[in-house]
Protein backbone atom coordinates (compact mmCIF):
# COMPACT_ATOMS: atom_id res chain seq x y z
CA UNK A 1 0.00 0.00 0.00
CA UNK A 2 2.79 2.18 0.58
CA UNK A 3 4.56 2.36 -2.75
CA UNK A 4 0.67 2.60 -4.24
CA UNK A 5 0.61 5.84 -2.25
CA UNK A 6 4.30 7.27 -3.49
CA UNK A 7 3.33 6.12 -6.67
CA UNK A 8 0.12 7.98 -6.74
CA UNK A 9 2.04 11.56 -5.27
CA UNK A 10 4.31 11.09 -8.07
CA UNK A 11 1.93 11.28 -11.11
CA UNK A 12 0.31 13.78 -9.29
CA UNK A 13 3.29 16.01 -8.50
CA UNK A 14 6.66 14.83 -10.64
CA UNK A 15 5.56 12.65 -13.23
CA UNK A 16 8.54 11.74 -14.76
CA UNK A 17 9.88 10.28 -11.73
CA UNK A 18 8.44 6.80 -11.18
CA UNK A 19 8.69 4.07 -7.92
CA UNK A 20 11.73 1.21 -8.66
CA UNK A 21 10.53 -2.21 -7.14
CA UNK A 22 13.13 -4.84 -6.84
CA UNK A 23 13.56 -8.07 -5.97
CA UNK A 24 16.27 -6.93 -3.24
CA UNK A 25 16.52 -5.45 -0.46
CA UNK A 26 16.95 -1.79 -0.15
CA UNK A 27 16.40 -1.42 3.47
CA UNK A 28 19.68 0.01 3.90
CA UNK A 29 22.29 1.90 2.52
CA UNK A 30 24.88 -0.51 1.12
CA UNK A 31 21.88 -2.61 0.09
CA UNK A 32 20.39 0.15 -1.54
CA UNK A 33 23.48 1.34 -3.42
CA UNK A 34 24.51 -2.22 -4.42
CA UNK A 35 20.88 -3.31 -6.04
CA UNK A 36 20.76 -0.09 -7.75
CA UNK A 37 24.21 0.20 -8.87
CA UNK A 38 25.25 3.82 -7.67
CA UNK A 39 27.23 5.00 -4.96
CA UNK A 40 26.63 5.08 -1.24
CA UNK A 41 26.11 8.88 -1.08
CA UNK A 42 23.44 8.86 -3.99
CA UNK A 43 21.39 7.05 -1.45
CA UNK A 44 18.89 9.53 0.14
CA UNK A 45 18.39 8.60 3.21
CA UNK A 46 15.29 9.30 5.20
CA UNK A 47 15.71 9.38 9.46
CA UNK A 48 12.67 10.29 11.29
CA UNK A 49 13.23 12.07 14.61
CA UNK A 50 11.17 13.39 17.19
CA UNK A 51 11.79 17.23 18.10
CA UNK A 52 9.67 18.27 21.02
CA UNK A 53 6.37 16.87 19.83
CA UNK A 54 6.30 17.27 16.17
CA UNK A 55 7.80 14.45 13.95
CA UNK A 56 10.76 15.14 11.24
CA UNK A 57 12.20 13.53 8.57
CA UNK A 58 15.51 14.26 7.57
CA UNK A 59 16.65 13.20 4.10
CA UNK A 60 20.67 13.06 3.63
CA UNK A 61 22.99 11.28 1.58
CA UNK A 62 24.07 7.79 2.52
CA UNK A 63 27.32 8.65 3.79
CA UNK A 64 25.98 12.16 5.79
CA UNK A 65 26.55 11.87 9.41
CA UNK A 66 24.30 13.83 11.65
CA UNK A 67 26.53 16.72 13.28
CA UNK A 68 24.98 17.16 16.78
CA UNK A 69 25.75 20.18 17.39
CA UNK A 70 24.25 21.53 14.00
CA UNK A 71 21.42 19.64 15.15
CA UNK A 72 20.53 21.02 18.19
CA UNK A 73 21.20 24.75 17.30
CA UNK A 74 18.98 24.23 14.49
CA UNK A 75 15.98 22.08 16.70
CA UNK A 76 16.80 23.46 19.95
CA UNK A 77 17.35 19.82 20.90
CA UNK A 78 19.36 16.62 21.06
CA UNK A 79 18.43 14.23 18.21
CA UNK A 80 16.27 11.46 18.70
CA UNK A 81 15.72 9.25 16.31
CA UNK A 82 11.84 7.82 16.64
CA UNK A 83 12.25 4.10 18.12
CA UNK A 84 11.38 1.40 15.51
CA UNK A 85 7.65 0.32 16.72
CA UNK A 86 6.80 4.29 15.96
CA UNK A 87 8.30 4.86 12.34
CA UNK A 88 5.38 3.25 10.37
CA UNK A 89 2.38 4.83 12.80
CA UNK A 90 4.10 8.18 12.89
CA UNK A 91 4.98 8.13 9.18
CA UNK A 92 3.80 5.72 7.65
CA UNK A 93 6.13 3.69 5.89
CA UNK A 94 7.60 0.76 7.38
CA UNK A 95 11.89 1.26 8.90
CA UNK A 96 13.70 0.67 6.14
CA UNK A 97 11.44 1.97 3.27
CA UNK A 98 10.96 5.56 5.04
CA UNK A 99 10.63 8.41 2.30
CA UNK A 100 9.68 11.99 2.22
CA UNK A 101 6.87 11.72 -0.50
CA UNK A 102 3.15 12.08 0.77
CA UNK A 103 4.31 12.18 3.77
CA UNK A 104 1.52 12.07 6.87
CA UNK A 105 0.24 15.79 7.26
CA UNK A 106 1.81 16.51 10.54
CA UNK A 107 5.06 15.30 9.19
CA UNK A 108 7.95 17.98 8.50
CA UNK A 109 10.28 17.04 5.47
CA UNK A 110 13.98 18.33 5.66
CA UNK A 111 16.46 18.21 2.91
CA UNK A 112 20.16 18.44 4.10
CA UNK A 113 22.56 19.61 1.78
CA UNK A 114 24.64 17.12 1.54
CA UNK A 115 22.09 15.33 -0.99
CA UNK A 116 23.45 18.82 -3.18
CA UNK A 117 26.35 16.86 -3.88
CA UNK A 118 24.82 14.61 -6.63
CA UNK A 119 22.76 15.04 -9.67
CA UNK A 120 20.01 12.31 -9.14
CA UNK A 121 19.56 10.62 -5.51
CA UNK A 122 17.85 7.74 -4.64
CA UNK A 123 15.50 7.64 -1.64
CA UNK A 124 12.53 4.85 -0.84
CA UNK A 125 9.84 4.45 -2.44
CA UNK A 126 7.75 3.48 0.91
CA UNK A 127 9.12 -0.03 0.96
CA UNK A 128 12.02 -2.12 2.25
CA UNK A 129 12.72 -2.97 -1.12
CA UNK A 130 11.87 0.06 -3.49
CA UNK A 131 13.74 3.82 -4.56
CA UNK A 132 12.98 6.36 -6.40
CA UNK A 133 15.81 8.06 -9.01
CA UNK A 134 15.20 12.09 -8.61
CA UNK A 135 17.26 14.84 -8.49
CA UNK A 136 17.75 16.42 -5.20
CA UNK A 137 16.24 20.00 -6.17
CA UNK A 138 13.04 18.20 -7.47
CA UNK A 139 12.77 16.19 -4.37
CA UNK A 140 13.01 19.31 -1.88
CA UNK A 141 10.65 21.05 -4.70
CA UNK A 142 7.73 18.01 -4.58
CA UNK A 143 8.18 17.65 -1.13
CA UNK A 144 7.78 21.17 0.55
CA UNK A 145 10.92 20.40 2.13
CA UNK A 146 13.36 23.31 3.47
CA UNK A 147 17.21 22.83 2.39
CA UNK A 148 19.26 22.82 5.81
CA UNK A 149 22.82 21.84 6.73
CA UNK A 150 23.13 19.29 10.13
CA UNK A 151 25.82 17.18 8.66
CA UNK A 152 29.56 16.90 8.73
Not at 70 to 89: C, I, N, W
Amino acid sequence: MSVQRVQQFLAEHAPEATVTVLEKSTATVAEAAEAFEVESGQIAKTLSFRVNDEVVLLVMAGTARIDNKKYKQLFGVKARMLPSDEVETLTGYPPGGVCPFAAADAVKVYCDHSLKSYDEVLPAGGSVNSGVRIAPARLASITGADWIDVTR
